[in-house]
């Protein structure tokens, strides 16, 4: 039994010091979230953090107890080892338990979320067309006529279909404030919707961008684009001001 309180103490504690450093470190250091898909992904994210931290400290801590608490004390000597029987109450249960915990996480946070996702994708406001090419982004917005160069402008609140594609080698249309991310495969269209709901800037944040994610020659690390979530209005006044050649401030 005192093997059994010290095994608990253990790991109550270091189950209670990763749970500290989930809460105060990981989730706080996330980049701002902009989107409903990037709420979704987060709560899914927040979640398996949350559980793997008591999973981890239980195997580190079985790892760490029985290599110092039945580790040989005499390796000279010429005692025998005592033989032992396997724990099948205890087996069969972290089998049970661990099984629970990913058919949850598969039918949950994984099937759930992706369907949550995939709400309402045949109901996007706006099209957007994303062109990469070493070493930039083009935009199209097909409904209105424009298209513009390293600057993503967006309405809040509004569902938008993003077609995108490459006109060169492989790149990587990346949102960090969206938590939405795929590839731009020359001779390809990919698809994804994202519904933004905060206005945002690159200005205010720079988490807030358009970044490759996909190693794509030596300019990579400087193919981003800016990021602006502005009120239906403004967009609308961005919109006509771009297919005029003017500029009224909303893309900056």
């Known amino acids: 039994m005192r093997d059994h309180?010290?095994?608990a103490a253990l790991w109550a504690a270091l189950t209670a010091?990763?749970?500290?450093v989930v809460e105060r470190l990981l989730l706080p250091a996330l980049p701002v979230a902009a989107a409903a898909e990037a709420e979704t992904i987060d709560h899914s994210f927040a979640l398996l953090a949350r559980w793997s931290v008591p999973v981890a400290a239980f195997v580190f801590v079985m790892l760490a107890f029985a290599a110092v608490r039945f580790r040989a004390r005499d390796p000279e000597g010429e005692e025998s080892p005592v033989a032992t029987r396997d724990n099948r109450w205890f087996s069969w249960s972290w089998l049970v338990l661990t099984a629970a915990l990913n058919v949850y996480f598969i039918l949950g946070p994984g099937v759930g979320g992706l369907q949550k996702l995939a709400q309402g994708s045949d109901q996007a406001a706006l099209v957007v067309r994303v062109h990469a090419t070493q070493w930039s982004f083009t935009f199209e917005y097909p409904q209105y006529g424009v298209t513009v160069k390293d600057q993503l402008v967006l309405p809040v609140g509004q569902r938008v279909r993003f077609e995108v594609t490459s006109d060169d080698v492989i790149h990587s249309f990346w949102v960090p404030a969206f938590r939405m991310k795929t590839d731009a495969v020359p001779g390809t269209t990919r698809v994804i919707y994202v519904t933004p709901n905060r206005?945002?800037?690159?200005?205010?944040?720079?988490?807030?961008r358009v970044q490759c994610?996909?190693?794509?020659g030596v300019g990579h690390a400087q193919m981003r684009a800016l990021l602006n979530v502005v009120d239906a209005d403004q967009f609308q006044e961005w919109l006509?001001?771009?297919?005029?050649?003017g500029d009224t401030g909303a893309g900056h």
Not at 17 to 20: K, T, V, Y
């Open 5 to 7: 309180a010290i095994f």
């Open 17 to 20: 010091a990763g749970l500290w």
């Open 213 to 216: 994610a996909e190693l794509c």
């Open 240 to 245: 006509v001001a771009e297919a005029s050649g």
């Open 199 to 208: 206005r945002i800037s690159t200005e205010i944040d720079p988490t807030a």
